[in-house]
């Protein structure tokens, strides 16, 4: 993992230019403090931030092709870089020579060069990545994001008509007017013209289910193939060469990933204990949870408490790093910020995490008033499209603050496929607990995989199983910084996305002053959510309509420590 930035089509000359960008690129310096590399030509600039993972002695960056024409610069894993390189070495006799490091990700620039502008429409590639690559030939730009948008990437343009491309918009603020959020499953082909850069986004992904105008899938599940398929995915993650661990809260997606990697490690002959890590307030469900979880398992486990007023200290830090002012992101990233720094201090660089699962599998606790399964799937879909602006970039921003990068197997492009080619009344609860066809995969008589009791653990969302105190702290303190007249008067303030509780507003105000530009505002999702509905979703039940908190807490008559009276914006226990 690492933080890439490019420019393109500068105004000024290259050596005027260059030491704003090296200013710029060390705003990025968080995401890849081991190293870091620049490439300038006259009108091209390509910078990058190195957390080396794969390829230690021989991954720096950016790389370049032997004639030194082609110049990349990549955040990410490319899970699948092998069968790529020996499918190159089979249409390209020889081309086996042209490799200059060990990297996973130079397999870009030989489908690049092989392929073409389009290579990511005619090869599948697996991982999660976002990438600038520079043919100063050609005088050609191309970009991409990954399927799922798991890794951060932003796009602008300057007020001289250059072209800018960057991991964090922090980066590139400063400089541009407009920018905005690079798209998932999306590349970009670009080159000069009369106005400068420009170019076109052209959709990569292949998969019915990523247009959300496919038919509903009907494959019918089948446990076996299901834990081969998911078995399969946390394997091709554990591609490293620097001590790794993984984020064990306790519940059901965290834990799988956990006894998962704990069965492939034992069964490659590795004796090394697998190391685990938790975070959550004193005497938490997620602590107890995890702890069970990691004596079942046998893991090297580390429990991290923190306290509320830590929690309220790091807010100004978490909202610089994630670049949003998203209630529900923001709750769950403090606690993940704080234990990323934690596991910095450990010696580890890369742990694997459980996200996107409830997206796929409809485990948030408002999919049980789902009314069928076409609705189901829809938001299901709908969910996963906007994935990157939610759970991913926390997972990603929150760890990558401390230089740890977040592996998210349930996004697997190949096991997404077959997860959303499924029948969905396959994922409705019914009367049943959500993610049923999940718990029953790894349900295992004679060989368990887990307590039954964390199994069958209901749904807590991060920011509640760190302690339900979290969360009422947060909007006690809003309440106390947020004046009723403030409130009033917040379509004036913020007219982009106008707070509409307390707590989104101190999130506002902290989000206008790192990055004050309108722009920045509209990078962020909007809308009302019922535990982490998509806005759609909120029509699903009347109960629903005037009770739009993100917290799982929310809904009546699922959630077993529900809220017992709730007004929106207001709650009392």
């Not at 032997?66 to 089979?90: C, D, P, T």
């Not at 990691?294 to 830590?310: C, K, N, P």
């Not at 707070?499 to 530009?517: C, G, N, V």
Request: overall charge negative; aromatic content about 10%; some cysteine.
């Amino acid at each position: 993992m690492c933080g890439i930035l490019g420019v393109f089509g500068f105004a000024e000359p290259v050596d005027v230019i260059r030491p704003r960008v090296l200013r710029y690129s060390k705003m990025l310096r968080h995401r890849g403090p081991d190293w870091n590399g620049i490439h300038c030509s006259h009108s091209a600039i390509l910078a990058h931030e190195r957390l080396a993972i794969v390829g230690l002695n021989s991954g720096a960056q950016p790389i370049t092709d032997k004639e030194q024409r082609i110049f990349l610069s990549v955040n990410g894993e490319i899970y699948n870089h092998l069968a790529i390189r020996a499918q190159l070495e089979k249409d390209f006799p020889g081309i086996e020579e042209d490799y200059m490091t060990d990297s996973d990700c130079e397999v870009l620039i030989h489908l690049y060069r092989k392929k073409g502008p389009d290579f990511l429409r005619e090869t599948r590639i697996n991982g999660m990545f976002a990438f600038v690559l520079y043919d100063e030939r050609a005088d050609r730009i191309v970009a991409g994001r990954d399927h799922a948008g798991m890794i951060p990437l932003y796009q602008g343009n300057g007020r001289d008509g250059s072209l800018w491309f960057a991991s964090e918009m922090k980066a590139i603020q400063e400089e541009c007017e407009p920018f905005e959020v690079f798209p998932p499953g999306h590349y970009f082909v670009g080159s000069k013209g009369p106005a400068g850069y420009s170019g076109l986004r052209i959709p990569f992904m292949s998969e019915a289910w990523f247009s959300g105008s496919d038919p509903i899938p009907g494959t019918k599940w089948d446990a076996a193939t299901f834990r081969d398929q998911l078995t399969a995915a946390v394997e091709r993650h554990l591609m490293t060469e620097v001590p790794f661990g993984v984020l064990l809260s306790g519940g059901l997606d965290s834990s799988l990933v956990a006894a998962i990697t704990n069965r492939l490690i034992r069964a490659s002959g590795n004796r090394d204990l697998l190391r685990s890590f938790c975070i959550g307030l004193a005497g938490s469900p997620d602590l107890a949870a995890a702890q069970k979880v990691a004596d079942f398992l046998g893991t090297r486990h580390y429990s991290f408490e923190y306290t509320i007023q830590e929690g309220l200290d790091a807010l100004s830090d978490v909202i610089y790093h994630l670049e949003t002012y998203d209630v529900t992101t923001i709750r769950a990233s403090t606690p993940m910020f704080l234990m990323a720094r934690k596991i910095k201090a450990t010696g580890v660089k890369m742990v694997l995490s459980g996200e996107g699962s409830d997206e796929v599998f409809a485990g948030y606790l408002y999919f049980h008033k789902a009314p069928n399964r076409e609705e189901l799937h829809r938001e299901s879909v709908r969910k996963l499209r906007e994935l990157h602006q939610y759970d991913c970039l926390r997972a990603n921003k929150a760890m990558m603050a401390w230089g740890v990068e977040a592996r998210v197997p349930f996004l697997d492009r190949d096991f997404l496929e077959y997860a959303m080619s499924l029948d969905p009344a396959e994922k409705l609860s019914g009367n049943r607990i959500e993610k049923h066809l999940v718990r029953q995969s790894f349900d295992v008589q004679g060989d368990p995989y887990l307590p039954e009791e964390v199994l069958w653990r209901q749904k807590e969302q991060f920011s509640d199983g760190v302690g339900y105190g979290w969360i009422d702290s947060l909007k006690a303190q809003a309440d106390r910084q947020i004046t009723d007249l403030q409130m009033q008067f917040a379509a004036s303030r913020f007219p982009i996305h106008p707070p509409t509780s307390k707590e989104a507003y101190l999130y506002r105000e902290i989000f206008e002053h790192h990055f004050p530009s309108p722009f920045a505002a509209k990078t962020v999702p909007y809308g009302p959510s019922i535990a982490c509905s998509s806005p759609a979703a909120i029509a699903w039940d009347a109960s629903f309509q005037n009770n739009a908190d993100p917290s799982g807490r929310a809904i009546h008559g699922v959630h077993q420590q529900a809220y017992r009276h709730q007004e929106f914006g207001k709650e009392s226990i």
